[in-house]
């Protein structure tokens, strides 16, 4: 009976902590190819994916709010790929050909028309977990933290795809910014840095490094809580250890007030960087 009633309290304990810790994932939206490395020539698949744990799933975005979809390949030549779009396909949300070795950056926006209305307690712990310090702060200034929330918000991602072996000089424009207006920048190639060595990134908003953002490391293989939380330090970096294996995500999340915006308080940006190093052949379905 004693242990029945524990193992009882014990569920009840884990169910807890998982329902705090979702809102702090819960607007995590990311690009996930099927592999990460391949050969040149291969047909990649990608499905868009949200939220973590047992709330992860195949993302609904419809397809008239995504504005940019895109690789960017050596030599800085981007592709436009939003017609390999199929939201919702049976193998994939989109597909993508890499015809010549190098780094590859592949990139979706959404527009900024999503809207968001919290009660005053749940959007003030948002704030917090997401690290929207602008938010937090204006909100204290104003007297206005018993107020709802409402904001309206938009999506960023990228992925890295590593076609044939890493090479220097194919992939210094995957180390640039590609023009996102909140943006994961690698300042290394994950796929050619040592796995005892560490990984910098830095944070770009409108075209500038942002200092105090909040970064988390999700690894998403074991992704109900992130592996690891960063701020960024006054010249838009964190610096992460480089991971063994596996599938990882990096996202970060920005805000800004809209004066006199009668149907939103602030626009939210939430962007999001995918990499693999799992050991795994080089390769995925040609076709």
């Given at each position: 009976?004693?242990?029945?009633?524990?193992?009882?309290?014990?569920?009840?304990?884990?169910?807890?902590?998982?329902?705090?810790?979702?809102?702090?994932?819960?607007?995590?939206?990311?690009?996930?190819?099927?592999?990460?490395?391949?050969?040149?020539?291969?047909?990649?698949?990608?499905?868009?994916?949200?939220?973590?744990?047992t709330?992860?799933?195949?993302?609904?975005?419809?397809?008239?709010?995504?504005?940019?979809?895109?690789?960017?390949?050596?030599?800085?030549?981007?592709?436009?790929?939003?017609k390999?779009?199929?939201?919702?396909?049976?193998?994939?949300?989109?597909?993508?050909a890499?015809?010549?070795?190098?780094?590859?950056?592949?990139?979706?926006?959404?527009?900024?028309?999503?809207?968001?209305?919290?009660?005053a307690?749940?959007?003030?712990?948002?704030?917090?977990?997401?690290?929207?310090?602008p938010?937090?702060?204006?909100?204290?200034?104003?007297?206005?933290t018993?107020?709802?929330?409402?904001?309206?918000?938009?999506?960023?991602?990228?992925?890295?795809?590593?076609?044939?072996?890493?090479?220097?000089?194919?992939?210094?424009?995957?180390?640039?910014?590609?023009?996102?207006?909140?943006?994961?920048?690698?300042?290394?190639?994950?796929?050619?840095v040592?796995?005892?060595?560490?990984?910098?990134?830095?944070?770009?908003?409108?075209?500038?490094?942002?200092?105090?953002?909040?970064?988390?490391?999700?690894?998403?293989d074991?992704?109900?809580?992130?592996?690891?939380?960063?701020?960024?330090?006054?010249?838009?970096?964190?610096?992460?250890?480089?991971?063994?294996?596996?599938?990882?995500?990096?996202?970060?999340?920005?805000?800004?007030?809209?004066?006199?915006?009668?149907?939103?308080d602030?626009?939210?940006v939430?962007?999001?960087?995918?990499?693999?190093?799992?050991?795994?052949?080089?390769?995925?379905?040609?076709?």
């Amino acid at each position: 009976m004693h242990n029945t009633t524990s193992r009882r309290f014990a569920a009840a304990v884990l169910a807890g902590v998982a329902a705090l810790a979702a809102p702090v994932l819960a607007h995590d939206f990311w690009i996930q190819p099927d592999v990460f490395r391949v050969a040149p020539g291969d047909t990649v698949p990608f499905s868009l994916q949200v939220g973590h744990g047992t709330e992860r799933e195949r993302s609904a975005m419809p397809l008239r709010r995504i504005v940019r979809f895109d690789a960017t390949g050596p030599g800085a030549r981007r592709v436009d790929l939003r017609k390999r779009l199929q939201i919702g396909g049976a193998t994939g949300d989109a597909t993508a050909a890499f015809a010549q070795p190098g780094l590859y950056v592949v990139a979706l926006a959404t527009d900024d028309t999503a809207i968001s209305r919290l009660p005053a307690a749940k959007f003030n712990d948002y704030l917090k977990e997401e690290g929207l310090t602008p938010a937090v702060t204006l909100r204290k200034r104003l007297g206005s933290t018993q107020a709802e929330g409402v904001e309206r918000y938009g999506r960023r991602t990228k992925t890295l795809v590593q076609v044939g072996t890493p090479d220097a000089k194919a992939q210094a424009h995957a180390l640039r910014p590609v023009g996102l207006s909140l943006e994961l920048v690698p300042e290394a190639n994950p796929y050619a840095v040592p796995r005892a060595a560490r990984l910098p990134v830095r944070v770009y908003y409108q075209g500038r490094p942002l200092a105090g953002a909040q970064v988390k490391r999700i690894d998403l293989d074991n992704d109900a809580l992130p592996a690891q939380v960063l701020r960024t330090d006054a010249a838009g970096r964190v610096t992460f250890a480089m991971p063994t294996r596996g599938r990882w995500l990096l996202a970060v999340a920005w805000t800004r007030p809209l004066v006199g915006n009668k149907q939103a308080d602030f626009e939210t940006v939430f962007s999001s960087l995918s990499f693999g190093v799992a050991a795994q052949p080089v390769g995925a379905t040609r076709r």
